[in-house]
């Protein structure tokens, strides 16, 4: 599992000096201040839910539901302060839905976000909680290893029981899927309308058709992108089978910690799927890793920060952990990490080329961190941590307009989403105040940059 730690001190030698550009913050003296903010605001974020055991830490205030990977990234904002309990709350609340569901909605437990999963960092969360518990929980690991294989079933299940169908013609990788019934495809149709304008005037099966696609983005979390070119279930995403990876190299870990005999070679598997992603997701002349387009049989045309997930799972080898630095400048901002490379969009998605979101921040720094290049992953922590504090400081639009409405932002707060021009992000729909991963996010980046400032 740690293996990839021993990469740091050669990286360190082969650093170029552009990796190591410097960047003046431009808002540093605020930074503590919002850090001081979200520690004493973010438990109104508690909520409880009448379908889920414990109270959590959600995105807004008052949510009935936890969406799925959010509260990775809300989890590791909780454990740097003194909500940290509500971490394993949110841990144990996702538990608790695999167990009940067999898998985990993008939104648990809604009637509109149960018909597809999103990214699977339910393992990872597990053994951060686990590594940070004093005493050690054995307990806690034991039940989640159970509960954690199956919702690694619900992935990789290719029986006629499946819930959702993740194959693809690639033996050991998988994709996002959905399981929404054809009214469900027709009324996210309605929402589509809305948000992208449209024609309500077409037949139901032609509804389907187009919304198909979009719950398949919705399942990736990232609703909505070009990254897999309006055909997203034809595409072996990078960060599902990264993810996936780690499931199987904490299988081993978790069996070797509760002494239980293994009837799968996990590490093989790892390493077997490890393979595969380097074989048909690592693009050489590129120097990125990217999504795999099974049907047409070549890579995605697009570039996304997602390249940087096997950084953060320690898939990537030295050389190309490297080559990934180099090809930063395809995605880094102003103010952060973009989603994806200008392809020059006709409309702008909140997925695609000019949005900075907090949790691709946090996953980029982490995976430059783990492979050695401290120094980049210093300036990226920098720049999102400035963003966030330049709309902390004038929130830029300083209003929106909905339904005929207007509403004027307010000043001393955080928002949903963000821009690579340093401004909110209300591509799609109007970004409002939220905690969430945004919180979660800033925390950890400042944590992690203040350690290294001493």
Known sequence: M???????????????HLFAQIY??????????????????????RAVSKDLPLPYITVWPGLPFMFYWDS?????????????????????????????FGFIGNAVVTDWGMNRSQPPYLSTMVRTIYEQSKPKDTNF????????????LFWTDTSKNAIENHSTSVPGLQRFFHHATHQELVILYGELAD????????????????????????????????????????????????????????FSWMEKILT????????QLAEQRKLLINQYCWDEARGLYLDYDFVQKRRSKVAAVTAFQPMWAGIASIQQAKRLVQNLPLLETDWGIATVEKTGEIKNYQWGETSVWAPMQLMVVKGL??????????????????????????????????????????????YEKYKADGTINDDEYNASEMFGWTAGSFLWLHAYYSKLKK
Do not use: C
Request: glycine share 4%; proline share 4%.
């Open 369 to 414: 961190a783990k492979y050695g290049y401290t120094p980049v992953a210093k300036r990226i922590a920098a720049k999102y941590l400035d963003l966030v504090a330049n709309n902390y400081l004038n929130p830029t639009p300083s209003s929106f307009k909905e339904n005929g409405v207007v509403t004027n932002r307010k000043k001393s707060t955080i």
């Open 260 to 267: 239980i005999p293994s009837s799968k070679n996990w590490l």
């Open 2 to 16: 740690l293996k990839f730690i021993l990469f740091a001190p050669f990286v360190l030698i082969v650093q170029l």
């Open 72 to 100: 990775y990234f809300i989890n590791e904002g909780l454990l740097m302060g003194k909500l940290d309990s509500f971490a394993r709350n949110n841990t144990a609340n996702l538990l608790y839905a695999v167990d009940k």
């Open 24 to 45: 003046q913050p431009k808002h540093a003296a605020k930074w503590k201040e919002i850090d001081t903010y979200i520690q004493a605001n973010w438990i109104k974020q």
């Open 195 to 250: 948000r992208f304008g449209f024609s309500r005037n077409v037949s139901d099966s032609e509804k389907i058709k187009i919304a198909t696609p979009f719950a398949v983005e919705a399942a990736s979390g990232m609703d909505f992108t070009t990254r897999f070119e309006h055909r997203s279930s034809d595409f072996i995403s990078v960060e599902l089978n990264s993810l996936l990876y780690l499931y199987e190299i904490n």
């Open 141 to 152: 690991l034991r039940n989640a290893y159970k509960t954690l294989l199956k919702e690694y």
